[in-house]
């Protein structure tokens, strides 16, 4: 090729203009093409929906807009651009006379204001770069005290800001380690009365000493007393002087790399099981905590990958999600089924962390994991307590409310109907009195079997405590059917029920008094129909052994 060699030009900066007056964008256009050495693309749009419309879409380097719009005026303005374009500065324009407004939007967020009325070219682009620069070095700053803050509160040494006589900031390890039930209450304390009696007048020296480090014993919220190592440096703090400490419990391991002993005891003594894995996924470290849960010894694990612990429960989806979320956030969190040597299944609580090195690759994959399945079990049978009758293992009230609800909200959109069965077992007391509680218990249990017998997997048969039962009949095409199933029920429960003990063993008979509510005649709600139900039930029980509607229907 021949000819002058060429350079690449920068490229434009593109510029959102917010502006009604199709007058003064010409004018602003023309400023900004003045620009010799870089150029402004300018997106002119004359209202606030037109530009809220291009959020999200391809940034601009920086939006100027009027404060007068066809459909927002003064701060409702500049409130709603730095919502839409919290990552781009914004310039108000200002008529001469509004500089108060003006004012206003930079205290709201914006980087400056000018006035429209202002003819100078090379102020407008000037501004325009330094509301870029200005903006950039904030948001770099933010992200950096974002980062400083989260690397204090996840650190495992206590980090302390004090005046002589006031605790400024105490980080999570810091509650912790002093004991304290919140943060606030650590703060409230004289930092001196952290440390212990005898220990005091030594401190209080070195403290003296712009930078230092010591060992002293330190004192917790309960009274009791631990060893640690201190570093403490003044710095200044909102113009005042103040002290950062960071501190650490040694007791106990007071050795001359007390660091990494710590860790190592951390590692080998805890009752969690922790495995390190490499960047390929492999196990490189397993805790005794590890071989206590899962029934593996280090050496038949280490060079294995994970996996070989998986009970097969997870989805692959699982561990899509799983994975997909430790490398967007460096950290994930949640329960697994896993299985150990001896074949056991068992719920692992387990809390997966990246480890990357300075060039920011992972290099490592740490994760710390306890045996929940006793715990799961547990909230599991809590669960099954509070919507179930533990005696016939029928849904007991509040469930049956939830069913009803749903069924209700059901029959609404398809303007269907539901019966529902409000029942009482007649002559139900004279065989508690007769064959005993334990009796009358195994009457029950037999009544919710039979119950269930005579209707649809799709009804609920409940009970509510006694001997009173509730039957849900969902989609009931008519009156007659509901009528159907209650004659069924009342034939059922004729039959004679074993239930008898020691001395007068034989079969008990119970009749039982039907109550019928009809949603939505009778009822709208749970609570409606329920009421319904059990007015017609004790219509029912004055004319014996029989079911009854609440509102008969031709």
């Not at 007791?251 to 495995?275: C, D, Q």
């Amino acid at each position: 090729m021949t000819g002058e060699p060429t350079t690449q030009q920068p490229a434009a900066i593109r510029i959102l203009l917010v502006e009604d007056d199709a007058a003064d964008a010409r004018l602003i256009g023309l400023a900004l093409a003045e620009e010799a050495d870089v150029g402004f693309a300018v997106t002119r749009v004359a209202s606030l929906a037109d530009a809220l419309a291009l959020a999200g879409g391809e940034p601009f380097g920086a939006i100027l807009t009027d404060l007068a719009l066809p459909d927002a005026t003064g701060l409702q303005t500049v409130e709603a651009m730095l919502a839409a374009w919290p990552d781009t500065p914004v310039i108000v324009l200002t008529g001469a006379d509004n500089r108060s407004t003006g004012l206003s939007a930079v205290q709201l967020g914006c980087q400056d204001f000018l006035a429209k009325s202002s003819s100078d070219g090379a102020l407008l682009r000037r501004s325009i770069r330094h509301a870029m620069e200005r903006f950039a070095v904030a948001r770099a700053l933010k992200e950096s005290e974002a980062r400083f803050r989260a690397l204090v509160e996840l650190s495992p040494d206590a980090i302390l800001l004090c005046t002589d006589t006031t605790i400024l900031f105490a980080n999570s390890a810091a509650v912790t380690a002093f004991a304290a039930t919140t943060a606030p209450a650590l703060l409230a304390v004289e930092p001196l009365r952290l440390i212990a009696a005898e220990d005091v007048e030594m401190v209080r020296q070195a403290l003296a000493v712009p930078t230092h480090r010591m060992e002293c014993r330190m004192r917790r919220l309960d009274g009791s007393t631990f060893e640690a190592e201190l570093a403490f440096a003044a710095v200044a703090h909102q113009g005042r002087p103040a002290i950062q400490i960071v501190l650490r419990d040694i007791t106990g391991h007071k050795l001359a790399e007390h660091r990494s002993f710590l860790a190592r005891m951390v590692f080998e003594t805890t009752s969690e099981g922790i495995v390190v894995t490499d960047a390929a996924n492999r196990i490189v470290a397993v805790n005794p905590g590890f071989s206590a849960v899962t029934g593996y010894a280090p050496e038949e694990m280490l060079g294995q990958n994970p996996k070989r612990l998986s009970s097969g429960r997870n989805s692959p989806e699982f561990y899509a999600e799983m994975w997909a979320t430790l490398y967007a956030t460096g950290h994930w969190r949640g329960e697994v089924w896993n299985r150990r040597k001896s074949g056991e299944v068992y719920v692992q609580r387990l809390a997966v962390s990246l480890i990357r090195d300075a060039a920011g690759r992972v290099v490592n994959h740490l994760g710390i994991f306890s045996d929940v399945t006793d715990e799961r079990i547990e909230a599991e049978s809590n669960r099954w307590r509070a919507s179930y009758d533990a005696l016939t293992g029928l849904p007991n009230r509040t469930l049956l409310s939830d069913r009803l609800q749903r069924d209700i909200l059901q029959a609404a959109r398809a303007q269907g109907r539901i019966g529902v069965l409000f029942l009482d077992l007649d002559d139900f007391k004279p065989v508690n009195d007769r064959h005993g509680h334990l009796a009358g218990d195994k009457v029950l249990i037999q009544v919710a079997r039979r119950l269930q017998n005579c209707v649809r997997e799709s009804d609920t048969v409940a009970r509510l405590g006694g001997d009173e039962f509730v039957i849900v009949l969902p989609e009931v095409a008519s009156a007659r059917d509901t009528g159907l199933v209650a004659a069924k029920i009342l034939t059922t429960l004729a039959l004679p029920i074993t239930g008898g003990d020691g001395d007068d063993e034989g079969d008990i008979v119970i009749g039982a008094s039907i109550g019928i509510a009809l949603f939505p005649g009778d009822g709208r709600t749970p609570e409606q129909l329920l009421s319904a139900a059990d007015r017609a039930m004790y219509m029912a029980k004055k004319q014996g052994g029989r079911f009854v509607f609440l509102h008969p229907e031709p």
